[in-house]
């Protein structure tokens, strides 16, 4: 990215773009269902061609938004995103429909990989996917309090993403060109920190494979398994995104006062524990309690592993290929969920998920340990955002001597006791400008 810094809304509303579709993804999934005669195992196969479409665009562009340019590579992200939605809502045979999601994911993938990319150049990466995550938690919450009200099928949804990918479109008119030949930072040009983001991006995939296993089929768990209309579980679904919003609030006033490792590992253990309660409910009450509280604390974690992915590597690569995993886990979340639904049970998926979440919260714990995510205090790097900011500032060459480790603590500063005060305001004899003393130039001089 651009040097120059540049406003985070244009990130932000990229970020949307590219976020809504796996957000929509249990109506996408349910209307599919319902209005194409799908079985809910084919249902969810078109969901996961969908995402796994958006994964294979983050991978391709790891490393190179730069070279593309972040503003021709979004534009052509969020063409893509509106023309492929937009012919699958329009479409009303299953191949093409199929077809339009595949192209459609490829414009939602190619969009994320460009606002991870920026938001890792970013001061404060963690701020501004917590941003990101606010606007795509409230634009989802909005459709979802509107869309089962219209009817319209699968083509509903669709054109709704469609239509938020055009409304972005001038947006990229604030984000940076190509970099010249198309090589910037050539420090950076290995990964860093390939253990830590391997296990990271690795963790991620099973982390978001468990929970979007259970988002494909949070709709059919509503209305089959505990009764509620379509109307009330697009309701609960509306207040879990709203305390969405809440929650990535409180995470982005919190910033890093504790670190990532406890957000991530204390965050993750309540996501199981909300994975088992919502499906196993029998009632409403249950049903809401889970999704609300699941729906609460995801977007926290996730902006924290946003932001652990982009401290790794100012150029966004790991942000990137994170980001890309994640998509991977996302894809494969709505087959399994099926799968699993249809062969145990809706409470035996959750026990299995849940359980699946447990295990990654230790290496996400310990990843966040070892880069830098330790909380906080005073004397800590934290000057321009951190642990980022000292990666920027390495690659960018500002500063001429080597940079302190992720967590290290800075040199010590004297303190400087305030001059005496005369009548209530500082004695200017106390204060001469800078330079040798007289009786130093003396000695020098030779004079006596």
């Known amino acids: 990215m651009s040097p120059r810094p540049r406003a985070a809304w244009p990130l932000v509303a990229v970020f949307t773009a590219g976020y809504l579709a796996a957000y929509l993804l249990p109506t996408v999934v349910g209307r599919l269902s319902v209005?194409?005669?799908?079985?809910?195992?084919?249902a969810g196969l078109v969901g996961s061609a969908l995402l796994l479409s958006s994964a294979v665009a983050g991978f391709t562009l790891a490393g190179r938004v730069e070279s593309f340019g972040p503003r021709r590579a979004a534009r052509t992200g969020l063409v893509l995103a509106a023309a492929g939605y937009g012919c699958a809502a329009l479409a009303g045979s299953v191949p093409l429909v199929v077809a339009g999601a595949m192209v459609g994911g490829l414009g939602s993938g190619t969009a994320t990989a460009v606002a991870a990319a920026g938001i890792a150049a970013r001061h404060d990466p963690h701020r501004t996917s917590s941003l990101g995550l606010l606007s795509v938690s409230a634009t989802a919450g909005a459709l979802y309090l509107t869309i089962p009200h219209l009817g319209g099928g699968h083509r509903l949804p669709f054109a709704s993403i469609a239509l938020v990918a055009l409304l972005v479109c001038p947006a990229t008119a604030r984000l940076g060109g190509a970099t010249r030949g198309g090589t910037a930072a050539p420090v950076a040009r290995r990964l860093p920190h390939r253990r830590s983001g391997?296990?990271?991006a690795g963790g991620m995939l099973?982390?978001?494979?468990?929970?979007?296993?259970?988002?494909?089929?949070?709709?059919?768990?509503?209305?089959?398994?505990?009764?509620?209309?379509?109307?009330?579980?697009?309701?609960?679904?509306?207040?879990?995104?709203g305390a969405g919003?809440?929650?990535v609030t409180g995470a982005g006033v919190l910033g890093g006062r504790l670190g990532r490792a406890v957000p991530v590992g204390l965050g993750t253990v309540v996501i199981a524990a909300s994975i088992v309660l919502s499906s196993s409910a029998g009632d409403l009450g249950s049903f809401a309690t889970g999704e609300i509280l699941w729906n609460t604390v995801y977007p926290v974690v996730l902006s924290y592993l946003i932001g652990l992915a982009a401290s790794l590597d100012v150029r966004g690569r790991w942000a990137v290929l994170a980001g890309s995993a994640s998509s991977v886990g996302v894809a494969c979340g709505p087959v399994l969920g099926s799968v699993l639904s249809e062969r145990v049970g809706y409470p035996v998926m959750g026990l299995l998920l849940g359980s699946l979440t447990l295990l990654v919260a230790v290496p996400f714990t310990a990843v966040a340990l070892h880069t830098g995510g330790r909380p906080l205090l005073p004397g800590a790097v934290r000057r321009r955002g951190g642990a980022p900011a000292a990666l920027l500032a390495a690659s960018s060459g500002a500063v001429p001597g080597p940079v302190p480790e992720l967590g290290a603590p800075e040199q010590a500063v004297a303190e400087i006791s305030p001059p005496a005060l005369r009548g209530g305001r500082p004695d200017r004899d106390a204060f001469r400008t800078a330079g040798p003393s007289a009786g130093a130039v003396q000695s020098l001089s030779g004079n006596p």
């Open 245 to 247: 919003l809440l929650g």
């Open 206 to 241: 099973v982390w978001s494979m468990a929970q979007n296993a259970l988002w494909g089929v949070s709709g059919r768990i509503g209305t089959v398994q505990v009764g509620l209309s379509e109307v009330t579980v697009g309701a609960v679904f509306a207040a879990a995104l």
């Open 35 to 42: 209005h194409l005669g799908l079985g809910p195992a084919r």
């Open 198 to 200: 391997l296990v990271l």
